[in-house]
C-alpha cells in the first residue's frame, strides 16, 4: 500500500547553482535510479526499508519536495524528508562563510568569484557514498557509472514509478562477490563492498551515529583499517555522503590537473606538493577541491 506523498517546499539562496545538482545526479545517462527533465529530479531510494522516489523540482527562490513511498508514511516523515533533500542539495553547508574567508584570496578568489554559491551536492545516504567511492576507484568515470548502474540492478529494488532504488547495505551484504565480478568489478573491490556492507550490517560500522555526531577521526581510523579503502576513498565518501569540507583530496588527479592551471606550473604538482598547497585552506579543503573540479567542467 502506498501513502500519499509527503510534500514540502525548501527554500533556496539566492546564489542557489542548480546546474551542478542536476548534473551530478546526470551521471547515468541510462537513468536507472535517477531522472532529470528539465529542472526536475527524480531519486529512487530506500526510506526506512520501503522504495521510495524524492522528487525535487527547483522553482526561482525555492525547491518543491516530495517523497513517494511504497509502503505507509509515519508521523516524523515530513521532517525527515525536509532534512535529506537540504542535505542532498548542500544546504547545510556554510558556502557564505567561505566565500567570505577567501574572496580577496590572490589565488582562490578569482574561482569563488567565477562560481559564487557552489555547493557539493550530496547523495542519499552515507552508504551510497562510501560504496561509490569505492567503485571510482582509479577508474574512468564512465567505467564507474557502467558498473554502479549493474550494481544497482543487482542488488537495488523497485519502486512503482519504474527507477530502482539505490541498495542499502543489507541489498550489498546478501550478494556473493561473484556476481560483482560479473558485472565488472575486480576481485579486490568486490572483496571491499561486501566486506563494507557485511561491516554496517553488523553495526562495527555505525553509519547512524556517525551521520549524527561527525566523529572524524573515529571515522578515517575506521574505514583506513578495511582493505581496499584508501584516504581518497575516504575523504571523498566523507563529503558526498556526509558533507564533511575538510578532506583532502591530493591524491585526486584532476584536483592536480587543475591546480597545475591555476598556478600556471609547467609541470602537474605531485601529490605531496598538492596536499602542502590545501593545508592553508583547512577546514574548508574538499569544497577547494570541488572548486578546482568545477573549473574543469567549465
Not at 148 to 171: E, N, V
Not at 219 to 226: A, T, V
Amino acid at each position: 500500500m502506498s501513502a500519499a506523498p509527503i510534500a514540502i517546499e525548501v527554500p533556496l539562496p539566492r546564489n542557489y547553482r542548480v546546474a551542478e545538482t542536476l548534473e551530478f545526479h546526470q551521471r547515468d545517462r541510462e537513468e536507472v535510479a535517477e531522472r532529470v527533465v528539465g529542472r526536475v529530479l527524480h531519486k529512487a531510494l530506500l526510506w526506512r526499508q520501503h522504495p521510495a522516489c524524492l522528487t525535487v523540482q527547483f522553482r526561482a527562490r525555492h525547491a518543491a519536495v516530495t517523497l513517494a513511498i511504497d509502503g505507509r508514511a509515519r508521523a516524523d516523515d515530513t521532517v525527515a524528508v525536509k532534512h535529506l533533500a537540504r542535505h542532498m542539495l548542500g544546504l547545510t553547508q556554510p558556502v557564505a562563510a567561505f566565500e567570505r574567508a577567501f574572496r580577496h584570496h590572490p589565488i582562490l578568489g578569482g574561482l569563488v568569484l567565477r562560481h559564487s554559491g557552489l555547493r557539493v551536492p550530496l547523495v542519499a545516504t552515507p552508504f551510497e557514498a562510501l560504496t561509490w567511492a569505492v567503485t571510482c576507484q582509479q577508474i574512468s568515470m564512465r567505467a564507474a557509472v557502467a558498473m554502479r548502474r549493474k550494481l544497482i540492478r543487482q542488488a537495488g529494488r523497485l519502486h512503482s514509478s519504474g527507477l530502482i532504488c539505490y541498495p542499502d547495505a543489507a541489498g550489498v551484504a546478501a550478494l556473493d562477490e561473484s556476481r560483482l565480478r560479473a558485472v565488472g568489478y575486480s576481485a579486490s573491490k568486490a572483496q571491499t563492498l561486501v566486506s563494507l556492507a557485511r561491516s554496517v550490517c553488523s553495526g562495527e560500522i555505525p553509519l547512524e551515529r556517525w551521520m549524527s555526531t561527525l566523529p572524524i577521526e573515529e571515522m578515517r581510523e575506521k574505514l583506513l583499517s578495511m582493505r581496499g579503502i584508501g584516504p581518497w576513498t575516504v575523504d571523498y565518501a566523507l563529503m558526498r555522503g556526509f558533507g564533511w569540507l575538510d578532506g583532502s583530496l591530493h591524491g585526486d588527479m584532476v584536483v592536480r590537473r587543475q591546480l597545475q592551471q591555476v598556478l600556471g606550473l609547467p609541470e602537474q604538482p605531485s601529490v605531496e606538493e598538492t596536499r602542502a598547497w590545501l593545508v592553508p585552506f583547512s577546514p574548508w579543503r574538499a569544497l577547494v577541491a570541488f572548486h578546482l573540479w568545477a573549473t574543469k567542467a567549465k
